[in-house]
């Protein structure tokens, strides 16, 4: 898994930044501090911007018999709470997003790919954001599933089709496992009633998926995406389209554009789209659900 690194005037920026450039959830991500931000004289001078380095979590092929060989053998697994563990990696502390006043406004995070080297106390964020992985330096643990991700795609497929069975519609669900991301299609005829209106039914059948999984993996099941009919690439593609149209009109204006608030995956296609075009730049704005992306000159 890649990890990104972002920065921010506050820790909640910099991790907003890294959700927007991932396209994923909070829930999905795991990150370490590698910088804190710093207030310089009068709040300008000497100032300097919060850094963390990010990653989609990685998830564990291994069946349970191996895990607990594996584990009778010395490896110590995270644990689970807000508590601290005695794991190799040593007594890191944790960091998590600050109350709500951090990161309202403008997010000035700046994005950059690269492994990110450093010290900094590290945070991961887990399921609900109740467990946290003891971290030092780039040393990560991973959240590992005691259930197969085969069977939880299993279980995911089965609880779509008996969803959307309940519609009437004469669809079908179909799982497959794509980079330890579990996908569901649903395919049939006239399905726009599972779509919703700018996909807000998908979006939760979505989250209903996920919810039954994670509650038999103890919250730490696999990502899950699910899309009917095609729906979610044409999104995708219609929303590259828009973006480029939208970048040729900052350029000719040389004003900047904002889009409609939209989920973290949306944003990230008008991030990749936009990062494509010379001359333009993208900055994400505000909190979610409300959070949207801005173009602007470069």
């Not at 005037?9 to 959830?25: H, K, P, S, W």
């Not at 001078?45 to 069946?63: D, F, Q, T």
């Not at 994670?214 to 929303?239: E, F, N, P, S, W």
Request: avoid cysteine; hydrophobic fraction near 30%.
């Amino acid at each position: 898994m890649e990890w990104v690194e972002t920065t921010g005037r506050t820790i909640a920026e910099a991790l907003d930044a890294a959700l927007d450039e991932l396209g994923v959830n909070e829930e999905d991500v795991e990150y370490e501090v590698l910088e804190e931000p710093k207030s310089g004289f009068l709040g300008r001078l000497g100032s300097s911007e919060g850094r963390i380095r990010a990653r989609v979590k990685p998830i564990s092929r291994e069946k349970p018999g191996e895990r607990q060989r594996r584990n009778r053998g010395g490896s110590s697994r995270p644990s689970k709470g807000g508590g601290s563990g005695n794991g190799s990696n040593g007594g890191g502390n944790s960091s998590a997003r600050q109350g709500s006043g951090e990161g309202a406004g403008t997010s000035s995070g700046r994005r950059r790919r690269g492994s990110g080297s450093g010290g900094g106390n590290g945070g991961s964020r887990s399921q609900g954001g109740n467990a946290r992985q003891e971290q030092q330096g780039s040393n990560v643990d991973t959240i590992e599933s005691d259930v197969p991700i085969e069977e939880q795609a299993a279980a995911a497929e089965r609880f779509t089709q008996g969803l959307v069975d309940a519609f009437d519609l004469g669809a079908q669900a179909k799982s497959v496992i794509d980079d330890d991301v579990v996908v569901v299609d649903v395919t049939g005829e006239n399905l726009g009633l599972l779509v919703g209106p700018k996909g807000a039914t998908l979006q939760a059948i979505e989250e209903l998926v996920r919810t039954v999984v994670q509650r038999q993996t103890d919250g730490h099941g696999v990502r899950i995406h699910v899309d009917v009919a095609g729906y979610r690439a044409k999104r995708r593609a219609a929303l590259a389209d828009f973006t480029r149209n939208l970048a040729e009109k900052v350029l000719e204006t040389g004003k900047a554009q904002a889009l409609e608030p939209m989920s973290a995956s949306d944003r990230k296609v008008v991030h990749d789209t936009a990062g494509e075009i010379d001359g333009i730049s993208t900055v994400s704005e505000g909190e979610d659900p409300r959070r949207r992306v801005v173009l602007g000159p470069a």
